[in-house]
């Protein structure tokens, strides 16, 4: 997953991504530092940098990335992120 923006929030796209086992290559803006702080995750590069960024595809695809580990980087799994929403949906009742 490649998201080299100039402004975010916490991207969605990447959460999906490392659910997916996806490592991601993504500029330092917003809260993706956060969502990428796991060296299993992916690489962060500077924003606004075509140069950092390109450098850093390169050594994304150069690199074994192992997908579970990868999983492992992000926030909550698939099934864990459908109980968390289970349960939030079974509360307001």
Do not use: F, M, Q, Y
Request: contains cysteine; negative net charge; charged residues 20%.
């Amino acid at each position: 997953v490649t998201l080299p923006s100039h402004n975010e929030g916490t991207p969605n796209v990447l959460l999906e991504g490392l659910a997916c086992g996806k490592p991601a290559v993504a500029s330092d803006v917003g809260g993706i530092p956060d969502v990428l702080a796991d060296p299993r995750s992916g690489i962060i590069v500077p924003v606004k940098n075509s140069g950092a960024l390109a450098e850093g595809l390169l050594a994304a695809l150069g690199r074994g990335w192992s997908p579970e580990e990868v999983r492992a980087s992000g926030p909550w799994s698939w099934d864990e992120s459908a109980a968390r929403l289970g349960e939030l949906l079974s509360s307001l009742r």
